[in-house]
Every structure is written in C-alpha cells, then in structure tokens.
C-alpha cells in the first residue's frame, strides 16, 4: 500500500537555525498538509497546499513557516528562526481530493529545538 | 465550528473484553467523520470515515463507529480487545465548508490488560 514518508524522524537544532522538513506524499494525491502535535496536545493543522500554492492555512502558519512543492515528488515545510516552542512532532499528509477526504499520514518528524 | 470531544483520556480493557471509546462533535455543517489510531513512535492510520452514508460504520482490525445525530456522538467499538488494539485513538473532523483541514480531539489512549 502506498504511504506517506517523513525525514528525517528526528532533528535536532539550535534555536534561531532554520530547519526543512521533508515528505514524499502519495503519488497520485494532489492534496498536501502539514500538520504538528506538540508533547501532550491536539494535534494541530498549519496549512494545506493545493495547485503549487497555500490553499489554507491556520493562525499559527505565520511568516515564520514556508511551504514548497520543489519538484514533483517532495513537499517540504521550512521553519525560519526556530523557537523552542517549535518543538513538537510534525505530520505530512495527503489526499486525493480536499473535502470529506481521509488524510493519509506519515509517521512524522520529531523536532527538538535546543 | 467545527469540534470534537474525546471523553476519556484513557481507557483500560481487558484482553477479549468490549472497547468502548467514546467521541462527540459539534458541527455547523453535515460532519465528516473520522477515527485514527497512533501506535508508539508510528505515524496516523486511518481506522474509518463517516461521510454521510451509512450510519454504522466499518474499519480496519474490527472496529466500527456508529454515528448518532440526534446524540452528536461518533462512537469507537470493538467487540473484542486483542492485545496489540493499545494505541492512541483519535477522533476527527473535517473542517467543513470551504475548509479542508481536519480538527483533532485530544486523543484516548487505550491500554490492553492480558
């Protein structure tokens, strides 16, 4: 069965270094999220990206984070100046289509900002 | 808007006994609903999906979920608990209306007593 994948599983970075998270979504998904789980909270959604560009996006999105689709098979997000309270797992997922659709999700990537 | 609330934080079963998890939503639209266990260190895997047919609802490992308007609860069953059903499980919602992204609950972890 096709799936999701995340790398790396954990990073490990310095407050105020920028990080790049990295998915491979399912191939013939066209939908593409990023959600993030801080320890011992919901899991949260930061933004979806349909056609190349931003179709939703949530308040903690800020100008901090970046999204891009630089080829046809990955879909990175980019944290600029982490903070420690970035720290938390980060979820890929995908769909076919946008509405009532189930997300597929990778396993995540760990993030630990020191 | 859209919400859902997971009832429990954590629920003990004894191995072959019923599993009961318990999840109610609130929504301004016709809700699609969704159930995902987390297994330690593994990404999200979708167990089953409500989206407006039947009410009964089956998924994978031999759970199902009964959605109930008139209650606003999407139930998590299981006749019988197998030892490798201890997980996190969350109940989910579509943002609904223009919106794409899901909406966690909190999450109930299920223990597998032997």
């Known amino acids: 069965e096709p799936e999701v994948t995340q790398t790396p599983s954990h990073q490990v970075t310095q407050m105020g270094q920028e990080v790049i998270l990295r998915c491979v979504p399912i191939?013939?998904?066209?939908?593409f999220y990023w959600y993030r789980q801080i320890l011992g909270q919901k899991v949260e959604f930061l933004v979806s990206?349909?056609?190349?560009?931003?179709?939703?996006k949530s308040e903690i999105f800020d100008d901090q984070f970046s999204v891009e689709r630089p080829d046809g098979s990955n879909f990175t997000l980019k944290i600029r100046s982490t903070k420690l309270e970035d720290s938390a797992m980060y979820f890929c997922?995908?769909?076919?289509?946008?509405?009532?659709?189930?997300?597929?999700f990778g396993d995540g990537t760990r993030l630990s900002i020191l | 808007a859209q919400s859902v609330t997971q009832l429990d934080s954590h629920v003990s079963v004894s191995e072959g006994t019923p599993v009961l998890l318990r999840c109610n939503y609130s929504?301004?639209?016709?809700?699609?609903l969704f159930w995902y266990v987390q297994h330690p260190n593994k990404g999200l895997q979708l167990l089953l999906k409500?989206?407006?047919?039947?009410?009964l609802v089956k998924g994978i490992n031999g759970f199902e979920a009964e959605f109930k308007k008139s209650e606003t609860s999407f139930h998590l069953t299981k006749p019988s608990a197998h030892m490798s059903d201890a997980a996190e499980y969350f109940c989910?919602?579509?943002?609904?209306?223009?919106?794409?992204?899901?909406?966690f609950g909190k999450g109930t972890k299920l223990s597998v007593k032997p």
């Open positions: 997922a995908s769909s076919q289509g946008r509405f009532n659709q189930p997300q597929h």
């Open positions: 929504s301004s639209y016709s809700p699609s």
């Open positions: 990206f349909y056609n190349n560009e931003i179709s939703e």
């Open positions: 989910v919602v579509s943002g609904g209306g223009s919106q794409g992204n899901l909406i």
């Open positions: 409500y989206t407006s047919a039947a009410t």
């Open positions: 191939s013939n998904h066209l939908y």
